[in-house]
């Protein structure tokens, strides 16, 4: 599936059914699935040669993810789920925006010892902040195709291991509803929350109804995403 951005068509990384395997509820249905494509990752776009000096000098990259309506067996489609490293010399992990362009989403975000698990949910236009120390989950519940973009810090890998390692996110959601991942007993109790309103976006130098992306020749509003330790206040309350 070809993007078209900056007048050029971008090619996805591609994620496939056996890429995640490890992390999908429905064993029983994966054993007979084939591995077809799940979703197309679009990273590190710009919009002109400019704009790309300006993601490099400002350490932030723009993605654009797209997700189209599928079940996993008996659970909705949803990516793989990562965790973010720590700040250099810090004891905070990088942070990460998204906004959703088209569709619905929910935002299954978690904290590193799970006190805490949260599902935000999130439809076109709505921006939704992952705070730092938290893992997220992505999940299309809809039938429509999800179409969302992210800013995140350009110089880090994300860490897919922790989640793997027990079999996905401290819940699934599926057609019955959501279910307790019985690898994760430690799990609080799922919390729900909605995308931040606009006042909570504007502590953030955010607009509800305006896109992120021309925020990069705004310089200093995105620092958050590369420097979190000196907006710690801004994060509070934003799931």
Known sequence: ???EFGGKKREPDIRRL??????????????TAENFELYYMYRDLFLSRSDADRLRDQ???YDITII????????????????????PGGSITY??????????ALYLCQKTDLSD???????AGDKVLVPPDYGHITINRSNKTLKMANFVARDFSSLYYPIKEKA???YFFTKDGWIKNERCPEAVELRRAEAPSAAQLRRLGLTKGREMYPL?????ILEFLTHPEKHLDQFEGMI
């Open 216 to 220: 990069i020749k705004e310089k200093g």
């Open 59 to 61: 350490g932030i990259r």
């Open 95 to 104: 942070p990460e925006i998204y906004e959703v362009l088209e569709g619905e």
């Open 168 to 170: 996905g996110g401290a």
């Open 117 to 123: 698990v949260v599902v935000v949910n999130a439809a």
């Open 1 to 3: 599936m070809d993007l």
């Open 68 to 87: 189209p309506p599928h079940m996993l067996g008996c659970e909705y489609i949803k990516t793989a789920g990562h965790y973010h490293p720590n700040i």
């Open 18 to 31: 056996f890429d995640m395997q490890e992390v999908i509820l429905d064993q029983a249905w994966l054993k």
